[in-house]
Structures are given as structure tokens and as C-alpha cells.
């Protein structure tokens, strides 16, 4: 059986989640058993909606604020009590999946010594939740015994500088469908009409709203300019008053949380990612790419081993906001730039296929 846990400080929905459930759907669907255990109401309604097998538990929030550390004690019980009971329904040759830093702490050394494989999915890069967490020696101590996997190279560095081996660490890229390429998939532009797309949780470290703020100039200069946003968060009520109050609402169009982007993606002439935090990956970016869609996306994080500036998309440095514009104006104008941004991006995505990251998995449990 292959067993997935998540036990996180809130629920949400995005890169992490819809990972987990891809992984999930293709053990299921070559023969192997799966169950999701969590506390994660997103993610529990993921697998309901996909008749995946799986089972709530309320375990207390994960110990990664200073508020759900001061309930650690009583979290740690309540976990260790939850997934003892969990264990003696689980196979000896079961493989575990742990996502979040309760079963990771509670769970690990139970599982090792039962005798079931541990791995770790590390889907975002230490933080400050994690270096200054009283937790960390445990974890440092623990993680000795699992392998690790992350979902970038640059993570891989992060985790090595907070003090795991190296060794332990395995990078294997999330996976996303590689349809054909199509010319006619570069849309519009040069006078016609132009559509930014955004695709993400509208979030502050996200930079959604601040990105809007430097773009409002733009659509007031440019009639031909329209934003697609999809996604949800606490920044969405503020992204609706501040196109209100720039009098552009109607170019503005926001649509909400899409499991499928195929429809998404037709629709947009570029894909802005502005991210304000260093991206441990940077899916929306990837699948973009992989529908002929050139990017532009803030330099940050693991964004610059999915885009090589200038070839495969375009970047934005964080000291320089300006360059938001003039980058969406140099795709809008240059319509063989951006044919050949589109194809090159398209071409680099390739490596990043559905495929090989389930092969990568598959190997794992042997």
C-alpha cells in the first residue's frame, strides 16, 4: 500500500496538493493500493472527488507558528495516539509519503520501526517556520534515517544548508503533460488583443496584487491589454477594488481556482508569475510553457532552472518592477520574439514530462 499524509497549519489548494493527487491516481491506476491520511479538508475533497481511498484525522496543527508550538505538547500526544491506531492497519510493505512536520516528527521513528519505508515530500524550501522551529534538531536527527525528496535543485540546496545530508536527498521534478506544439498557439499581440494571464493562489508572498499595481499603467496604455487571473486567496477582494478604482474591471477578469488550465491557457497571450518569495518550483510557469506560452516570472528561487532568460521566457529582477512592462511590451510588439520564446519554452519543457517523474517514483519503491 502506498500511503500519503498531511497534517498541515491550514488547508489550501495548489502545487502541493495537486502533486499529491497525480501521484496518488497513477499508483492507483497501475494495481498499487493508496489511502490518504490528513486533516486537510482540500486535499481530503480531492481524492473524495477522484474515488481515492481515504480517512480524516485530526491530529492538531502542525508546529510550524509560534502559536500551534505552544500546543505542541498536546498535538504530539493526540498524534502519536492517531497514528499508532494507523500503523496496525497498514501493511509491513507499505511505503509512507510524509508531507508536513507532525508525522514527520511523530510518525517517522514509529514507521522505521515497524519495519515500513519512510520518504519525506519536501514541496516547499525551509523557512523561517523551519530554521529558528525548536523542532529542528528532531527533524535534522530523524531525516538521518528517510530519504528526501524535493522538487528542485535549488530546494536541494536550502535543505542542505539547513543541515541535511546531502546523500539523503533526491530531486525529482514535478511532472506535467507535454501536448504537441502548435504555431497557431501564439495568440494575438501586435495590435491585437493581448491577454495576461496569472495563474495562482492570490496570496501576499504570491505578488499577485503588487504586480497589478505595476501592470494598471500598462492596460491604461495599451486598449488592447486584458489580465486573466485564476486562482483564489486572501488578496482577492483587494485585486477587485483596485482594478474598480482604476476604472479597468472589465479588462480585469478574474475566474477562480482551475483544476483543469487547458481552457486557461488558449485564452492567454503570456503567463506573468510574480512571485515575491523564492519559488521552491514553479508548475504554472512549467505547464505555460508546455501549452506555447512564453512566461514572464520574477528571478527568484527554482523559476530559473525552469526559464533561461531571454531563450525560454523572460526575468524579472526583484530591484527592478519596471521591467514588468517592458518585458509584456516587448512580447505584445515582437511577434517573432515571441513565436520563438514560445516554441523555445515548449522545446525546454520536454524534460519535465508526466513520465519521467513517475518512472523517478516508481524506482523509489523497490
Same mark, same amino acid.
Given at each position: 500500500?502506498?500511503?500519503?499524509?498531511?497534517?498541515?497549519?491550514?488547508?489550501?489548494?495548489?502545487?502541493?496538493?495537486?502533486?499529491?493527487?497525480?501521484?496518488?491516481?497513477?499508483?492507483?491506476?497501475?494495481?498499487?493500493?493508496?489511502?490518504?491520511?490528513?486533516?486537510?479538508?482540500?486535499?481530503?475533497?480531492?481524492?473524495?472527488?477522484?474515488?481515492?481511498?481515504?480517512?480524516?484525522?485530526?491530529?492538531?496543527?502542525?508546529?510550524?507558528?509560534?502559536?500551534?508550538?505552544?500546543?505542541?505538547?498536546?498535538?504530539?500526544?493526540?498524534?502519536?495516539?492517531?497514528?499508532?491506531?494507523?500503523?496496525?492497519?497498514?501493511?509491513?510493505?507499505?511505503?509512507?509519503?510524509?508531507?508536513?512536520?507532525?508525522?514527520?516528527?511523530?510518525?517517522?521513528?514509529?514507521?522505521?520501526?515497524?519495519?515500513?519505508?519512510?520518504?519525506?515530500?519536501?514541496?516547499?524550501?525551509?523557512?523561517?517556520?523551519?530554521?529558528?522551529?525548536?523542532?529542528?534538531?528532531?527533524?535534522?536527527?530523524?531525516?538521518?534515517?528517510?530519504?528526501?525528496?524535493?522538487?528542485?535543485?535549488?530546494?536541494?540546496?536550502?535543505?542542505?544548508?539547513?543541515?541535511?545530508?546531502?546523500?539523503?536527498?533526491?530531486?525529482?521534478?514535478?511532472?506535467?503533460?507535454?501536448?504537441?506544439?502548435?504555431?497557431?498557439?501564439?495568440?494575438?499581440?501586435?495590435?491585437?488583443?493581448?491577454?495576461?494571464? =496569472?495563474?495562482? %493562489? &492570490?496570496?501576499?508572498?504570491?505578488?499577485?496584487?503588487?504586480?497589478?499595481?505595476? /501592470? *494598471?499603467?500598462?492596460? !491604461?496604455?495599451?486598449?488592447?491589454?486584458?489580465?486573466?487571473?485564476?486562482?483564489?486567496?486572501?488578496?482577492?477582494?483587494?485585486?477587485?477594488?483596485?482594478?474598480?478604482?482604476?476604472?479597468?474591471?472589465?479588462?480585469?477578469?478574474?475566474?477562480?481556482?482551475?483544476?483543469?488550465?487547458?481552457?486557461?491557457?488558449?485564452?492567454?497571450?503570456?503567463?506573468?508569475?510574480?512571485?515575491?518569495?523564492?519559488?521552491?518550483?514553479?508548475?504554472?510557469?512549467?505547464?505555460?510553457?508546455?501549452?506555447?506560452?512564453?512566461? =514572464?516570472?520574477? %528571478? &527568484?528561487?527554482?523559476?530559473?532552472?525552469?526559464?533561461?532568460?531571454?531563450?525560454? /521566457? *523572460?526575468?524579472?529582477? !526583484?530591484?527592478?518592477?519596471?521591467?514588468?512592462?517592458?518585458?509584456?511590451?516587448?512580447?505584445?510588439?515582437?511577434?517573432?520574439?515571441?513565436?520563438?520564446?514560445?516554441?523555445?519554452?515548449?522545446?525546454?519543457?520536454?524534460?519535465?514530462?508526466?513520465?519521467?517523474?513517475?518512472?523517478?517514483?516508481?524506482?523509489?519503491?523497490?
Amino acid at each position: 500500500m502506498i500511503c500519503f499524509f498531511k497534517f498541515p497549519l491550514e488547508d489550501s489548494l495548489g502545487g502541493a496538493e495537486l502533486h499529491t493527487l497525480k501521484l496518488a491516481r497513477h499508483f492507483a491506476d497501475h494495481g498499487r493500493g493508496v489511502k490518504l491520511f490528513t486533516s486537510d479538508q482540500k486535499l481530503f475533497r480531492l481524492f473524495e472527488k477522484n474515488n481515492l481511498p481515504r480517512q480524516r484525522i485530526m491530529a492538531g496543527p502542525e508546529p510550524v507558528s509560534r502559536a500551534a508550538l505552544w500546543h505542541w505538547p498536546i498535538t504530539y500526544l493526540r498524534a502519536r495516539f492517531a497514528f499508532k491506531k494507523i500503523l496496525k492497519s497498514i501493511p509491513l510493505e507499505s511505503v509512507c509519503f510524509f508531507q508536513s512536520l507532525t508525522e514527520k516528527i511523530v510518525l517517522t521513528p514509529l514507521a522505521v520501526r515497524g519495519g515500513i519505508k519512510v520518504l519525506w515530500l519536501e514541496h516547499k524550501v525551509p523557512g523561517r517556520w523551519m530554521r529558528n522551529n525548536p523542532l529542528l534538531q528532531s527533524y535534522k536527527r530523524l531525516g538521518k534515517q528517510i530519504r528526501i525528496i524535493t522538487v528542485s535543485n535549488f530546494a536541494k540546496k536550502e535543505f542542505i544548508n539547513l543541515g541535511m545530508a546531502e546523500k539523503n536527498i533526491q530531486v525529482i521534478y514535478p511532472g506535467i503533460r507535454t501536448p504537441p506544439y502548435f504555431p497557431s498557439l501564439v495568440k494575438e499581440g501586435a495590435g491585437g488583443l493581448f491577454t495576461i494571464g =496569472v495563474l495562482s %493562489r &492570490l496570496d501576499p508572498e504570491k505578488g499577485v496584487l503588487n504586480f497589478l499595481r505595476h /501592470g *494598471l499603467p500598462y492596460l !491604461q496604455k495599451h486598449q488592447n491589454w486584458e489580465i486573466l487571473m485564476a486562482g483564489s486567496g486572501k488578496e482577492r477582494l483587494e485585486i477587485i477594488e483596485l482594478a474598480k478604482s482604476a476604472g479597468l474591471e472589465d479588462r480585469v477578469e478574474m475566474i477562480g481556482f482551475l483544476e483543469d488550465k487547458t481552457d486557461f491557457f488558449s485564452r492567454i497571450s503570456v503567463l506573468a508569475y510574480p512571485s515575491r518569495v523564492a519559488e521552491s518550483f514553479g508548475v504554472a510557469a512549467l505547464e505555460a510553457q508546455a501549452h506555447g506560452v512564453p512566461v =514572464v516570472a520574477a %528571478r &527568484l528561487g527554482a523559476l530559473e532552472e525552469i526559464i533561461k532568460h531571454g531563450e525560454t /521566457g *523572460l526575468l524579472v529582477d !526583484q530591484d527592478k518592477p519596471e521591467q514588468w512592462g517592458e518585458y509584456l511590451e516587448k512580447l505584445d510588439s515582437d511577434r517573432q520574439f515571441a513565436a520563438a520564446v514560445s516554441k523555445n519554452g515548449w522545446s525546454a519543457s520536454q524534460k519535465f514530462s508526466e513520465g519521467r517523474m513517475f518512472q523517478a517514483f516508481d524506482r523509489l519503491l523497490i
